[in-house]
Structures are given as structure tokens and as C-alpha cells.
């Protein structure tokens, strides 16, 4: 069975704060991508990272790809309300492309 | 626009009663893929579509399902008898080939009474 682990599943936190969202897998993915999701809509992609250790930045968003591609993680610098809404994490295979999602973090971000 | 548009965006009907769900992805797209969405969840795949073939239809949950593909463009999701269990947002994404980015549609809400 191909999983990946997402947390934390819920996230409340204040204006200003930090926080870390995880995704985790037994298996070793070809590429992984985060996206964002707001009610009512389809998910949005935000990046995609390739490279085993590779870092990428989208303004206060930093998401890194773990060594072995097995795992990923999407961090937010001082979250403010406009980035309250489901983020997801998907991994994808050499096999045409099909993503395996992760179950979601529900990130709320109070002023 | 030029996304990825599907219809009708919200479907009620009585269990048992056959649904078709319709997907046109972006213009040039040659990979299509479905989704399904329950409730505070993730995705989870159906099958994908390169040009008008599904050479992955490993996500079908039953025979009740069913996807075909014309044109290499318009895609119908076809759900025959339907299920409360089948109660879901049914989401379609494109890609220009396969292991591009997907572009996600807004998805069809369905709601088995």
C-alpha cells in the first residue's frame, strides 16, 4: 500500500507564529508536492521539489524534500490569517503520474 | 477561462440513480486524472487518462464505476447505482504529459440521499 503520512491533521495557532507540517513514507517518491486548498475549490499546487535535501522558497513558505525522498516538510514564518486553509502534501511515482495525497493539515491562523 | 472545468459543481440524487460527472481539462492537456475528496480528507486517486487511453484504472473503487475519455479532451466520471458511501467531491486535474504539474478543477459536490 502506498501512504503517506501527513501532521500534524489540525493546526490552530495566532497571527505571527511559526509552525511545521510533516509528511512522511515508507516509500520513495520521484517528486513531491505541496498544495493548498481553500473550501469549495480545487487544490492550488504551491511548489514541487525533485531533488533528495533540496529546499525551495515561496516567500514565508520553506518546504524541503528529505534526503532518501521519502519524506517532506512545509514551513511558515510568521503565519498570518490569509494562509488559513487545507494544505496537502502528494507524492508521485514513475508511473504516469498519479499522486498518492496525503490526509491534509487544516491550518487555522487566528488575528 | 483556462482551466480545468467540471460539471455540474453540486449533484443531488436519490441512492441507487446513475450520476455522469463531466471534466474538460486545459486545452493541449493530454493527461487527465480523477479524484475523490470525502470530507476533511485527502485525494484519493480513480484513474488517470493519457490521450483518450487509461492505462491506470487502479483506483476505481468498483464496477460501478466507470471513465472514458473522447477527443483526448472531455472526460465523463460515471457512477451507476449509486451509494450513500459515494457521497464525495469528485475532483479533476490535467497535465500536459504525464509527471507534469496537475491543474485541479474546482470539483463536483455529490450528495447521495
Do not use: M
Not at chain 1, 508521485?92 to 493539515?105: C, E, H, S
Request: net charge neutral; hydrophobic share 30%; charged share 20%.
Amino acid at each position: 500500500t502506498q501512504l503517506l503520512e501527513q501532521s500534524p491533521q489540525f493546526l490552530s495557532i495566532q497571527e505571527g507564529e511559526n509552525l511545521t507540517v510533516y509528511c512522511n513514507s515508507s516509500s520513495v517518491f520521484s517528486s513531491l508536492q505541496w498544495y493548498r486548498q481553500e473550501p469549495g475549490e480545487g487544490p492550488v499546487l504551491l511548489v514541487t521539489v525533485v531533488t533528495g535535501g533540496e529546499v525551495k522558497k515561496l516567500k514565508r513558505l520553506t518546504f524541503q524534500f528529505g534526503d532518501a525522498r521519502k519524506d517532506s516538510s512545509l514551513h511558515i514564518t510568521a503565519a498570518q490569517p490569509g494562509d488559513t486553509g487545507l494544505y496537502l502534501c502528494a507524492g508521485a511515482y514513475n508511473q504516469g503520474g498519479k499522486l498518492i495525497f496525503g490526509q491534509g493539515t487544516e491550518l487555522s491562523v487566528k488575528p | 477561462g483556462a482551466g480545468v472545468s467540471q460539471s455540474p459543481s453540486n449533484k443531488v440524487t436519490e441512492k441507487g440513480k446513475d450520476v455522469e460527472l463531466r471534466c474538460d481539462p486545459i486545452s493541449g492537456h493530454t493527461a487527465l486524472y480523477w479524484y475523490r475528496q470525502r470530507l476533511g480528507q485527502g485525494l484519493e486517486f480513480l484513474i488517470y487518462f493519457q490521450g483518450n487511453s487509461a492505462p491506470d484504472k487502479s483506483g476505481l473503487p468498483s464496477d460501478r464505476f466507470s471513465a472514458e475519455r473522447t477527443g483526448e479532451s472531455v472526460s465523463t466520471l460515471t457512477i451507476q447505482r449509486t451509494q450513500q458511501e459515494d457521497s464525495a467531491v469528485y475532483l479533476c486535474a490535467s497535465s500536459y504529459s504525464n509527471n507534469q504539474p496537475q491543474h485541479f478543477g474546482d470539483g463536483t459536490r455529490l450528495s447521495i440521499l
